[in-house]
């Protein structure tokens, strides 16, 4: 099966949701005329994230009338798009949201909220507490949220739990600047071959630009096969829209032909970590 999907790599206004939304669907419908049946945004795209106090001001439920136009957007299509999301006992969670049709099919709360360096998400966000599997134009598919993927657990569950395509949804800044490269890039790099490598899947990262405080935010949205390369790839620092297809039969042949996710010992772990927690 091939799948056509769009990257969005955009610049999103810190705290204007609704502006956020109308650019949100402005992608999607741009997407939909070059022939995407899924369009990806970044962490975040519907809010910015040096959010701090705002959070409750931005913050939606799952049902909130003012995510009508993107669920209709959604129709002929998937449409994957992040922002605040605060539950029924009101905590707020950054979250990840996929519209399939018309309907609201999954949604991915952030699990590992970083308070290193630049970050201090614990602060305003509750965690999330689960990494599960979900048809993606029926083909088996993971959410991660930016430092999820750092994890290698995170992976690595939504890996053993069939996902053929793993999808990172980032607001990374720009760090290590030289002139060869960025070091966010390099490291991104390798956490993303790992991913689908070890996990014979396509891995596709989606990470926002612009700047909001004085930090810049790097952009380089790309899509790795199920061996590790990078198939298709945007500009870093510029906004912009690019299509990359995937194909399921690639991921049988990387997974007949290495073969680590059949010989994985899921047992074996869980027994380990048990013994571990009982030491």
């Not at 799952?62 to 959604?74: F, I, M, T, V, W």
């Not at 360096?117 to 991660?144: H, K």
Request: proline share 4%; charged share 30%.
């Amino acid at each position: 099966m091939r799948l056509k999907l769009a990257f969005v790599q955009n610049r999103p206004v810190l705290g204007d949701l609704e502006g956020n939304l109308r650019s949100h669907v402005l992608q999607v419908s741009r997407a939909r005329e070059a022939g995407a049946k899924v369009v990806l945004f970044p962490e975040l795209g519907l809010t910015g994230y040096q959010l701090k106090d705002m959070v409750p001001v931005v913050a939606v439920r799952r049902d909130d009338p003012r995510l009508e136009a993107l669920r209709e957007a959604s129709r002929g299509l998937s449409v994957i798009a992040s922002g605040v999301e605060e539950s029924e006992d009101h905590r707020f969670f950054i979250s990840a949201f996929c519209w399939e049709e018309g309907e609201l099919t999954h949604v991915h709360r952030k699990v590992y909220l970083p308070t290193y360096g630049m970050f201090d998400e614990q602060r305003y966000f509750a965690a999330g507490d689960r990494f599960r599997t979900f048809r993606l134009q029926g083909i088996p598919a993971g959410l991660l949220l930016c430092e999820d993927a750092w994890h290698a657990s995170a992976p690595y569950l939504l890996g053993q739990a069939g996902a053929q395509i793993q999808i990172v949804l980032a607001s990374s800044p720009a760090r290590d600047v030289s002139r060869e490269s960025l070091g966010s890039e390099r490291s991104w790099e390798l956490v993303l071959q790992h991913t689908a490598r070890f996990h014979s899947c396509y891995t596709a990262f989606v990470n926002r630009v612009g700047f909001e405080d004085g930090v810049g935010y790097w952009g380089g949205s790309r899509l790795l096969d199920p061996e590790g390369k990078t198939v298709a790839r945007l500009d870093i620092l510029e906004e912009g829209l690019e299509l990359a297809e995937v194909d399921t039969d690639r991921v049988r042949r990387a997974r007949m032909y290495s073969p680590i996710l059949r010989d994985e010992k899921r047992w074996l772990t869980s027994a380990e970590l048990g013994r571990i927690d009982g030491e």
